[in-house]
């Protein structure tokens, strides 16, 4: 019988020819084989000891504090700027005016009516006693603070700023209602809103209240201010302006190119808008038109007063 015995040569030649072809294969499997291997060797790594994890830095969570020992509230009073560079309007992050008030603004031009009935303001008072401020007004979740044009802000906003954030995280109350006896009102913005519905109102009155309501009350409002309808009459709208659009200096440009502008596009009644002044407040002009005349008559007539309004 034949030998079946391979020649060595040949035995060789099939061993090589058998390793060249096996090494695609195992380099397409080496990846998931690899990757098990890896797992496996990392599951059979020694664990942390018990002395290495005291050693490690453990972060605590944080939670802010809602309170400090004496009980009182962390609030932040946001300041804005307003159109008037002489009034500043602080949001204390709470509402301002009592609930139930029907006006949506008080304002306070004298430390007599921070006192009178029927809304005192125990702030207000505070506030009007800083020198160089010369009204507050209180909107629904702000409080605006008119000061002279010739006491810079640098003098008055830190002790303004303070008694603010005083009165509320005290939690004072910052407007008081009391029985009006005498039936003077002691604050402006003491009575009804004037842009109310009335059903006694006239078509016209009513558009215009709806206009005045809905597209012009919210600017002044952002601006630190209120507005008051005052009336209708012989196609003039008569308007007052509160708070920072009170003295401001754009007062008239807001009134003819905002107001009556947008009052006459929507309403072909309307043939002008007009401001009324308190009786206090056309003494004042006429007592600076006063002075601003005899100011120029000493001076020359280049010679213009820096006081405001308020002065």
């Known amino acids: 019988m034949a030998s079946t015995t391979l ?89 301002v005016l009592p609930e139930g008030l029907s006006s949506t603004f008080l304002e306070y031009l004298s430390p007599r009516s921070t006192l009178a009935p029927p809304h005192p303001s125990p702030l ?38 303070s008694l603010i954030t005083e009165a509320v ?21 003491t009575e009804e809103d004037s842009l109310a519905f009335n059903e006694d109102d006239s078509e016209v009155v009513g558009m215009i209240k709806e206009l005045l309501e809905t597209r012009i009350r919210p600017a002044i409002q952002e601006d630190g201010g209120d507005i ?15 708070g920072a659009c ?18 006459q596009h929507y309403i072909s009644e309307v043939k002008g808008v007009q401001q009324v002044m308190d009786q206090e407040e056309e003494i004042a002009m006429q007592e600076f038109a006063k002075f601003e005349e005899k100011l120029k008559q000493q001076k020359g007539p280049d010679a213009v007063a820096s006081s405001s309004l308020d002065a």
């Not at 800083?130 to 830190?158: N, Q």
């Not at 995280?169 to 913005?189: F, L, M, P, R, W």
């Not at 008051?228 to 509160?242: A, I, N, P, Y």
């Not at 009170?246 to 009052?263: A, P």
């Open 246 to 263: 009170r003295t401001c200096d754009s007062s008239t440009v807001t009134l003819k190119n905002g107001i009556e502008n947008m009052l």
């Open 7 to 95: 020649p060595r040569t040949v035995v060789r030649a099939l061993s090589k020819t058998r390793t060249a072809t096996s090494i695609p294969i195992a380099r397409r499997l080496a990846t998931p084989a690899s990757s098990e291997r890896c797992l496996h060797y990392a599951s059979k790594l020694s664990p942390m000891t018990s002395s290495f994890q005291q050693r490690r830095p453990v972060i605590q969570q944080y939670s802010q504090p809602t309170g400090s020992a004496s009980g009182r509230r962390s609030i932040f009073i946001q300041t804005e700027d307003t159109p008037n560079a002489d009034a500043l309007k602080f949001k204390p992050g709470s509402r």
């Open 124 to 161: 207000a008072a505070q506030l009007l006693n800083v020198d160089g401020v010369t009204a507050v007004f209180y909107g629904a979740d702000y409080i605006t603070v008119t000061k002279d044009s010739s006491v810079p802000w640098a003098h008055v906003k830190p002790e303004v700023f």
């Open 169 to 189: 995280t005290s939690g004072q109350t910052i407007v008081n209602t009391i029985e009006n006896k005498s039936g003077d009102a002691g604050q402006g913005g």
């Open 228 to 242: 008051e309808f005052r009336g209708f009459h012989d196609g003039q709208v008569l308007l007052k302006l509160r």
